[in-house]
């Protein structure tokens, strides 16, 4: 069965998003500038692991990135009190399984990513981001 949240073949996101991550954590190279963008573009396209705030919140993050092109480091001490969740004023993840949105369509998922090198993969991980992230900013009136 396909995912029904980002609608990657046989539901192999999460072993592939797992797999992405262990690339990224053993290679600096692979975790590089696009490791914020790789964790949030996954979020957004799977968005029952958030609550609606959190959603909207990853999605504004990726536009910070990829429109504002404002650095991880600058968006971290900018984000400081918001993600330091002692002081945050909203819950990012959900437990309830619910969807915010219920896009199954998205132009490409994690699975598009290829990651013979570093710079295959920064570029491909890029790509997907984008496309994402004008995927979710067209979902408009369907967020819950
Ligand atoms: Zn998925």
Redesign the pocket.
């Known amino acids: 069965m396909n995912?029904p949240?980002?609608?990657?073949v046989d539901?192999l996101?999460?072993t592939r998003f797992d797999e992405l991550m262990a690339l990224e954590f053993s290679d600096p190279a692979y975790f590089g500038t696009v490791h914020n963008l790789t964790v949030a573009t996954f979020m957004l396209?799977?968005s029952s692991k958030l609550t609606k705030e959190g959603w909207l919140y990853e999605r504004e993050l990726l536009r910070e990135f990829l429109v504002e092109n404002k650095s991880p480091s600058f968006i971290r001490k900018q984000n400081k009190d918001l993600v330091d969740s002692g002081k945050r004023k909203f819950k990012i993840t959900s437990k309830d399984g619910k969807r915010i949105i219920s896009k199954t369509t998205w132009k490409k998922?994690?699975l598009d990513v290829r990651t013979e090198n570093a710079e295959v993969y920064c570029g491909d991980i890029k790509a997907w981001a984008r496309s994402a992230l004008e995927d979710a900013e067209n979902v408009g009136d369907k967020i819950k």
């Open positions: 995912c949240e980002c609608g990657a539901s996101c999460r396209q799977h998922t994690i």
